[in-house]
């Protein structure tokens, strides 16, 4: 069965980097794009950006352009986000999601068919 | 980009009720909206996509319409499980974009 498996909680202080895994397996994984999406406290859901695991490539929110890098290692079927230059208001849940397509006519459905169990991280001095 | 505006933010019904949460692009989007629930906790749950169309497994209570600007979710029977937040996703361009949120309770 389809899993995607994220590391654990993390605290960090301002400035600093955090990564975060999400390792995906019961399904190929360069088959599907992988999001990922965060939520602080008490607010709603926030699109990040995207990677290709087949091909590496990326494509990220205006929001977090030079501070977001999405990176994927196929041998072992993880994705990472990496966010650096940290500040409070970065405390969030980050969530990795894989997408689904499915296309006819030349028209393409997209959905987060599966999800991560979420990682906290706290950015506090 | 897209905004997502859902009404109501928050909602109490009794089990058995039918409640609608609405959620209205700032732009035509089509039919690309998605509808996700989400528990304290847990990791998002697809329920809808493309309006309409039901994800597997999802129990058959649930429903949506609507094309364009405006949609609608649909719980036909309350149940205690379906306490949740629910959160309409629209993908017809980046970035994409959620609704704000209805949380739901049980009266």
């Known amino acids: 069965q389809v899993q995607l498996v994220q590391s654990g909680a993390d605290v960090k202080k301002p400035g600093a980097s955090v990564r975060v895994s999400c390792k995906a397996s019961?399904?190929?994984?360069?088959?599907?794009?992988m999001y990922w999406v965060r939520q602080a406290p008490g607010q709603g859901l926030e699109w990040m950006g995207w990677?290709?695991?087949?091909?590496?490539?990326?494509n990220y929110a205006q929001k977090f352009h030079g501070r977001v890098a999405m990176t994927r290692d196929t041998s072992i079927t993880t994705a990472y986000m990496e966010l650096s230059r940290l500040a409070s208001d970065d405390t969030a849940v980050y969530y990795c999601?894989?997408?689904?397509?499915?296309?006819?006519?030349?028209?393409?459905?997209?959905?987060?068919?599966?999800w991560g169990q979420g990682t906290l991280v706290t950015v506090s001095s | 980009d897209i905004q997502m505006t859902q009404s109501p933010s928050s909602l109490s019904a009794s089990v058995g009720d039918r409640v609608t949460i609405t959620c209205q692009a700032s732009?035509?989007?089509?039919?690309?909206l998605n509808w996700y629930q989400h528990k304290p906790g847990k990791a998002p749950k697809l329920l809808l996509y493309?309006?309409?169309n039901l994800e597997a497994g999802v129990p058959t209570r649930f429903s949506g319409g609507g094309s364009g600007t405006d949609f609608t979710f649909t719980i036909s029977s309350l149940q205690p499980e379906d306490i949740a937040t629910y959160y309409c996703?629209?993908?017809?361009?980046?970035?994409?974009?959620f609704g704000q949120g209805t949380r739901l309770e049980i009266k």
């Open positions: 996703q629209q993908y017809d361009s980046l970035p994409i974009t």
């Open positions: 999601a894989r997408e689904v397509r499915y296309c006819a006519n030349g028209l393409c459905s997209k959905s987060f068919d599966y």
């Open positions: 019961g399904y190929t994984f360069s088959d599907y794009y």
């Open positions: 493309d309006a309409s």
């Open positions: 990677i290709n695991p087949g091909s590496g490539g990326t």
């Open positions: 732009q035509g989007i089509s039919n690309y």
